[in-house]
């Protein structure tokens, strides 16, 4: 009796949700599929919603009282349109949300070649490291992803002596760079683009925005709100809390790795615009023409002044200038 329960479930997907997590599980006989959202690292942004293929994720509106955030935005998933692609979990920009094939994190659209990984790194020079800096990376990181160790000498000097990331909760929000007194860190984010406030839109008292901005892009100083676009994710939770529409986010450009399926063009329309969907597009148009100039076989006797193909010189300097 309890084998043929087993086999009824198998393969159907599973919610599972406490305080802290909503997991979702699709188990096969070799297989095992986890979706899993870390609520306290997820401030509903709903990029994931934006980009849902299935559009098996739905976001729940903020509760706002008096002008603060009293509960932010919750997501949750429809189990019967969900079918474990990993799309939402490849683009999370809180790394809130995880997948993974029998406990190694993976998602199965880029298994798959269907979706790029995102390009993001932090990098950190130990050699420039030095304790009078009073800590300050790992102090002000909103997601205590940063660890630093001391040790102090036998005469009595503090040293660093190693500076670990947890990659997997950092949001790659230049914080730590900025604070950074020897210039020792650099972070690379994936996202690219702008946000803009307009104050004479904000109502007075109103904070929303910056108690839902989960890494100082946007803040309160002397009781008015400031703007930090260094700072700034483009999760535009900001934008989607606004009452007014007084925050404006724009997804300019997105870092990630070579792909060539179309699903991949469907998202990155629905994050950014078409004309950066057109500007990827040349650059991988572009790639394939240098491509096959560089591999094309030249006659012996080469005039110098021939000259390459001039549309084959423009998608190399854009080429050139997103590698950069």
């Keep these: 009796m309890i084998s043929c329960i087993v086999d009824n479930m198998r393969g159907k997907i599973v919610k599972i949700e406490n ?39 739905k976001v729940t509106a903020a509760e706002i009282t008096d002008g603060r955030l009293a509960k932010k935005p919750t997501i949750n998933f429809d189990t019967d349109s969900c079918n474990l692609c990993g799309e939402c979990a490849v683009l999370c920009p ?48 909103p997601t205590e992803a940063i660890k630093v160790t001391t040790k102090t000498q036998e005469k009595g000097q503090t040293v660093i ?27 690379k984010k994936p996202f690219q683009g702008t946000i803009e406030l307009n104050t004479d839109l904000c109502p007075s008292g109103c904070k929303i925005c910056a108690d839902i901005c989960p ?45 060539k399926a179309a699903a991949w063009l469907t998202a990155l329309k629905k994050l950014t615009s078409f004309e950066t969907v057109k500007k990827e597009l040349m650059i991988k148009s572009g790639t394939r023409r240098a491509s096959s100039v560089r591999n094309r076989k030249r006659p012996v006797l080469l005039k110098p002044e021939q000259q390459e193909d001039e549309r084959v010189k423009e998608f190399l300097e854009i080429l050139s200038k997103y590698k950069k």
């Design 19 to 57: 305080r802290q997590e909503i997991t979702l599980k699709r188990s096969f006989l070799k297989r095992n599929y986890r979706l899993s959202l870390n609520k306290d690292l997820c401030n509903g942004c709903g990029l994931c919603a934006e980009i849902c293929p299935r559009e098996a994720i």
């Design 161 to 187: 002596t190693d500076v670990q990331i947890m990659e997997n909760s950092c949001f790659y929000c230049k914080l730590c760079q900025s604070a950074c007194p020897m210039d020792a860190i650099e972070v």
């Design 215 to 259: 890494t100082e892009a946007i803040k309160t100083e002397n009781s008015h709100v400031q703007v930090y676009p260094e700072f700034c994710i483009f999760c535009s939770a900001c934008q989607k809390v606004c009452p007014k529409e007084a925050v404006n986010v724009n997804r300019t450009w997105i870092f990630h790795s070579a792909v």
């Design 94 to 141: 809180l790394n809130a949300l995880k997948m993974d094939v029998n406990g190694k994190e993976v998602s199965i659209v880029v298994k798959n070649e269907a979706f790029p990984v995102l390009l993001k790194e932090i990098t950190v020079a130990t050699e420039k490291c030095n304790p009078i800096c009073d800590l300050k990376c790992q102090k002000v990181c």
